[in-house]
């Protein structure tokens, strides 16, 4: 059995919508979402341990800019009404989404890329090293 691995943002969006429907199916194909979801998928993208572990540069979610104040709604909601996230196998998941609202930070994959922009192998090795310590969901 070979890992699938997802590599993302550590924000709301990309953990409740592209990550969740990845895993679990979207709704449109509720009846079929065994053949169109990947069930088995590791969240390996930026966690917040990442965020203080590589000093990685974060950007701040404003609550006054629409989009950011319906993205950390939209996270309160599924974390009290979506079954995925209320799901004991989802609960680190559901951890990170709180981290997220709590903090009010977003950080996109590319900080890991910026670590140490004189060293190439860096972002591989960071990602290798996460693989190795089961540093994902």
Known sequence: ???????????????QN???TLKAGSAASLIRNSDFSAPDVHFLG???EDVKKYDLDCYSVRESDASEA?????ARDVLQ??????APRNKKLA??????IKEKLRC??????????KDPLMPERII???IKTGSYV
């Open 81 to 86: 009404n979506d079954p995925f996230f209320e």
């Open 70 to 74: 319906r993205a950390l709604k939209k």
């Open 18 to 20: 592209i990550y969740r």
């Open 1 to 15: 059995k070979i890992p699938i691995f997802f590599f993302g943002d550590l924000d709301a969006y990309t953990l």
């Open 108 to 117: 996109e994959q590319q900080a890991i890329f910026a670590v140490n922009p």
């Open 128 to 130: 290798l090293d996460k």
């Open 95 to 100: 951890k990170i989404l709180h981290w997220l």
């Open 46 to 48: 930026v966690l917040p």
